[in-house]
């Protein structure tokens, strides 16, 4: 069997919420909010390079925070 490797995707989403700039920050990185509408047990480290987990598996790298108006991380999914 070859070497395969899984794909490489890159996602960028925009969205428009009824939300202000704060509020919508701190749902992405406030683990308390976090657990209320996305995923459980998330942990984070909210400076650039560092870490970001949740009991799915999920982990990422935070590459920009300028609060409240720029959150940029990359997102890895591993599969299971």
């Known amino acids: 069997m070859e070497n395969e ?3 490489t995707y ?6 428009t919420i ?9 749902a992405f990185t406030d ?3 976090l657990f209320r509408w996305f995923m459980t047990s998330a942990q984070t480290d909210l400076r650039k390079d560092s870490q970001y987990s949740n009991a799915d598996g999920d982990r ?3 590459l920009e925070i300028n609060a409240p108006n720029r959150l ?9």
């Not at 890159?10 to 969205?15: E, K, P, S």
């Not at 009824?18 to 701190?26: I, L, P, T, V």
């Open 18 to 26: 009824k939300a202000s700039a704060e509020q919508a920050f701190r």
């Open 31 to 33: 683990p308390e909010l």
């Open 72 to 80: 940029t991380f990359t997102w890895d999914n591993p599969p299971v």
């Open 60 to 62: 990422d790298t935070y």
């Open 5 to 7: 490797t899984a794909p």
């Open 10 to 15: 890159r996602l960028h989403l925009y969205r």
